[in-house]
């Protein structure tokens, strides 16, 4: 079973909401937020936080069960609970949670007026080729931030963080499926593209069992 949730992190400026939240999640978390400088960083470790312990409640995860542990490469996991996999991610306001019972990997991101030159540095011909064959500027930026959510999910999903260089893998969309070539493993992995709001574009990664 694959649970997606969504929140937006502008709804803890109401003070009652925050300290509700903070109270709320597990105390690893709240030391987490409380070592953050900014209000915005706060809220949106915060939003995260709440959004995974509401979500790992569902799925029958006792708090004293919530205790993160973080892989070789960063990846965060539940050493009494290997059985509950789990991704965060935030960008802008908003923060995403993805639990499931195989590996996943979440991302989300703000669709920005940001420099397309990333993609010309970071990202495989396949993909260069993907994002700018369309000659709109808008329909390109678009592109790009679908093939960086995908790449990121992916990224999570194996658990390699930036170990895994960008350009040693493509993942884009042709039509209506999403392409991945990789030789990191023989694993098979399925994408979804959540919908994440106006202005945000998302994506999740499951390894196939």
Request: net charge neutral; charged share 30%; proline share 5%.
């Amino acid at each position: 079973m694959t649970d997606i949730r969504f929140s937006d992190a502008a709804l803890l400026e109401d003070a009652a909401r925050f300290f509700d939240a903070y109270a709320a999640v597990p105390a690893s978390r709240r030391e987490k937020v409380d070592r953050l400088r900014s209000g915005a960083a706060k809220r949106l470790s915060l939003c995260a936080g709440k959004l995974l312990a509401d979500a790992l409640r569902d799925r029958g995860v006792d708090a004293s069960d919530m205790l993160l542990a973080e892989g070789p490469y960063g990846k965060p996991w539940l050493p009494r609970r290997p059985d509950v996999q789990f991704s965060l991610s935030h960008s802008g306001t908003r923060a995403m949670c993805v639990t499931a019972d195989v590996p996943v990997g979440c991302d989300i991101q703000q669709i920005t007026p940001r420099s397309l030159r990333v993609a010309e540095r970071f990202f495989t011909a396949e993909e260069r080729r993907c994002i700018f064959a369309p000659a709109d500027e808008s329909e390109q930026r678009a592109l790009f931030f679908r093939i960086w959510t995908l790449k990121e999910s992916f990224i999570k999903c194996v658990g390699l963080g930036l170990s895994l260089p960008l350009e040693s893998f493509s993942v884009f969309p042709e039509g209506d499926r999403i392409v991945l070539r990789q030789t990191y493993d023989d694993g098979r992995y399925a994408f979804t593209e959540p919908d994440a709001g106006a202005g945000y574009c998302s994506a999740v990664c499951l390894r196939e069992e």
